[in-house]
């Protein structure tokens, strides 16, 4: 069955510092990979997937992740954080070709320091 | 840009209450879904619903759960008799045939008292 690991519940990091938020899966074959943000009492916003293809993916906001099959992992990194990335993130596994039950890791809270 | 909607933003009822959450995907999209997030918790998957049918469903989803697309546009959630334990943010989903993104909606929080 597909899983999600996000190992840390929460990360406080100083604005304008880099970023680096884990993800690592269980997974038969290369899945279909998310990663989502929620800002408090909000939905889930897309920041970036990956399917197939160059391993590194960019995103919205100024994030990227990559994906290294030999470490099942998709981390979700940012070179500079702002104040307002403060929020929960999500990494998520959907099957290839139809992504039809979506798994979600439980999340890593980002705190931003000024 | 389509979005998918969801209706109410915020719902409280009474336990022992139905309640049906609304939801209107993309007008093109064919497979739909529902997801639950209890607060503070992860986003769990209920259900996926296709050609009129459910296609699959978590063990989350049990037999006070029903969903339905009672029309061309709308696809609805329906809790029979609601618990405590409902309480939680309902998201819907929806995706193209053929499509591999699931585009969300804002939410629906379900307050049970």
């Known amino acids: 069955a597909q899983s999600v690991t996000q190992p840390d519940i929460h990360i406080t990091v100083s604005e304008g510092a880099s970023l680096e938020l884990r993800c690592n899966y269980s997974?038969?074959?290369?899945?279909?990979l998310f990663w989502y943000v929620q800002s408090p009492g909000q939905g889930l916003q897309l920041l970036l997937k990956?399917?197939?293809?160059?391993?590194l993916v960019q995103g919205i906001k100024g994030f990227e992740a990559e994906f290294k099959r030999s470490q099942s992992s998709f981390n979700l990194r940012k070179p500079s954080v702002h104040w307002s990335d403060a929020a929960e993130y999500f990494c998520?596994?959907?099957?290839?070709?139809?992504?039809?039950?979506?798994?979600f890791g439980a999340g890593t809270r980002l705190t931003v320091k000024p | 840009e389509p979005e998918v909607t969801q209706t109410p933003s915020h719902q409280v009822t009474q336990m022992g209450q139905e309640v049906i959450l609304r939801c209107v995907p993309i007008?093109?999209?064919?497979?739909f879904y529902w997801y639950r997030q209890i607060l503070g918790q992860k986003v769990e998957f209920l259900v996926s619903?296709?050609?009129?049918?459910?296609?699959?469903k978590s063990e989350i989803f049990d037999d006070q759960f029903s969903v339905e697309r009672p029309d061309g546009s709308n696809f609805t959630l329906k809790i029979r008799s609601t618990k405590l334990e409902d309480s939680a943010m309902y998201f819907c989903?929806?995706?193209?045939?053929?499509?591999?993104?699931?585009?969300f909606g804002p939410g629906t929080r379900l307050t049970v008292t």
């Open positions: 998520a596994v959907g099957a290839p070709y139809n992504n039809n039950d979506m798994r």
């Open positions: 619903f296709y050609n009129n049918e459910i296609s699959e």
């Open positions: 007008s093109n999209h064919l497979y």
């Open positions: 989903a929806s995706k193209l045939r053929g499509g591999d993104e699931q585009y």
């Open positions: 990956y399917f197939s293809g160059d391993t």
């Open positions: 997974y038969g074959a290369t899945p279909y």
